[in-house]
């Protein structure tokens, strides 16, 4: 279990370090220090500077209990890394109060707690006594560790010659395998290759499922609500929401400022693309031709954008990217019907409009990304992601909603799409 009640930490800068003064120093410094020729010479100490400080956490609070699988999430500088430092007790709080009820390991950094001159053998003994496991029992899992890092060739070189890789291997199959009964994880699911990933992925859930915590910090939203189904959102040091992981994604995914549900640009000098292309807007579009930012599921909408052609000649082809609540890349759009396929088009203002059937999204926020690239020769005008977003709705059936694959289920639905397919029932 772990425990963390009103949690501060605060950072000071700008204080210079006190320095050692000699005799004329420390005569010149006490003259100065008299009022009257402090005054007189315009100064104060010649060490005084105005102390600055920033909370890098400031009254976090939550419970975490055994067994659970819990996802930190938000952006860069939130508060993320160094409240699982604290939580690893590498830093202590400025303010409050962390409990951990149970022994724990940490992967914070990549080799992080490596002895560089040691070799990976060494290394897996020595992490093993720091989580506080006799020699006995790193013996035992020795081979589990080595067999699931694949570095079993290179066990016994000093690992200053491993690459990042092989570093991330051992350092997470030592935390994994260990059994500390709480886990701390920063970022290590977004570095490695695909395989191993997913390696990853599959033992945190056989850690949860085991009865043992884990605290994992990550960037790929992806993998959230697959891991976890508990989030936390920090947002410049503060939790903004504690719950449910799908509905943290889609909070924190939506909160983005940058992207609203239509976009003007006024002025072609600051609009997205090039001297031979300019977004000027883009917006989704209700059934009824006003703007959207909320819709059924089970209602159509179209995205509707408009660019300028400044030169002729190009072979212009529109592209709409569209995203899930994950950020998960649905699918590409390209304009392949428009009257202007594989034609150059002269100069002046476009409007394509790209129509999305019913029941083809799942709930939660849509963000749709543009791209504008001519063809022989290949050329990218425009290429911006997120640049406009959507909410989808998708709440249990009542007499006056549309059908939609949902029916009478109230809870969660996994999966990218949402299609309401036809069935066909016999009986006898």
Same mark, same amino acid.
């Not at 007499?399 to 309401?420: K, N, S, W």
């Given at each position: ?29 006490? /003259? ?31 419970? #975490? ?17 160094? @409240?699982?430092? $604290? ?9 409050? !109060? ?9 992967? @914070? ?36 560790? #080595? ?91 503060? #939790? ?27 002025? $072609? ?96 926020? /849509? ?13 990218? !005008? ?47």
């Amino acid at each position: 279990m772990i425990l963390v009640e009103n949690v501060s930490k605060r950072y000071n800068f700008g204080v210079s370090a006190p320095r050692y003064l000699t005799l004329r120093d420390s005569l010149a410094s006490s /003259l100065r220090s008299a009022q009257p020729v402090r005054r007189l010479l315009g100064r104060g100490s010649a060490n005084e500077e105005v102390e600055r400080s920033f909370y890098a956490l400031r009254n976090v609070n939550f419970q #975490v209990h055994p067994g659970e699988v819990v996802a930190i999430i938000g952006r860069n500088g939130a508060g993320k890394s160094t @409240l699982l430092k $604290i939580l690893s007790r590498i830093t202590w709080p400025t303010e409050g !109060h962390v409990a951990l009820y149970g022994h724990s390991g940490s992967l @914070l950094e990549i080799g992080a707690g490596f002895h560089a001159e040691l070799s990976g053998r060494e290394n897996i003994f020595l992490s093993g006594a720091v989580m506080g496991m006799s020699r006995a029992e790193i013996r035992q899992k020795f081979d589990e560790i #080595v067999d699931f890092s694949g570095i079993e060739k290179f066990i016994d070189m000093p690992v200053k010659f491993y690459s990042s890789g092989m570093y991330l291997r051992l350092a997470f199959s030592i935390a994994s395998s260990l059994q500390p009964e709480i886990l701390f994880i920063d970022e290590a699911l977004g570095v490695g290759d695909a395989e191993f990933q997913r390696r990853c992925q599959d033992r945190i859930r056989q850690i949860g499922q085991s009865g043992r915590t884990v605290v994992f910090v990550t960037h790929s939203m992806q993998v959230v609500p697959q891991l976890s189904q508990r989030a936390l959102w920090l947002e410049a040091g503060e #939790v903004r929401y504690d719950g449910d992981a799908h509905l943290a994604v889609s909070a924190y995914l939506d909160s983005d400022p940058e992207s609203p549900s239509r976009r003007v640009w006024d002025d $072609i000098a600051i609009a997205p693309g090039d001297d031979d292309v300019r977004l000027r807007s883009i917006r989704f579009v209700g059934e009824q031709g006003g703007d959207l930012d909320v819709s059924d599921v089970g209602r159509p909408f179209n995205v509707e954008l408009s660019f300028d052609v400044l030169t002729d000649g190009h072979i212009i082809v529109p592209r709409l990217e569209f995203c899930n609540a994950e950020g998960a890349c649905l699918f590409w759009s390209f304009e392949v019907d428009s009257p202007w396929h594989r034609r150059p088009r002269p100069a002046g203002r476009y409007r394509s409009t790209a129509s999305l059937p019913a029941h083809l999204f799942a709930d939660g926020p /849509l963000s749709v990304g543009v791209g504008i690239q001519s063809f022989s020769p290949w050329k990218k !005008h425009v290429d911006e992601s997120r640049v406009i977003s959507l909410l989808l709705t998708d709440p249990p059936l009542n007499d006056e909603q549309t059908i939609t694959a949902r029916g009478d289920y109230a809870g969660h639905i996994p999966g990218f799409v949402r299609p309401l397919l036809q069935w066909t029932t016999e009986s006898g």
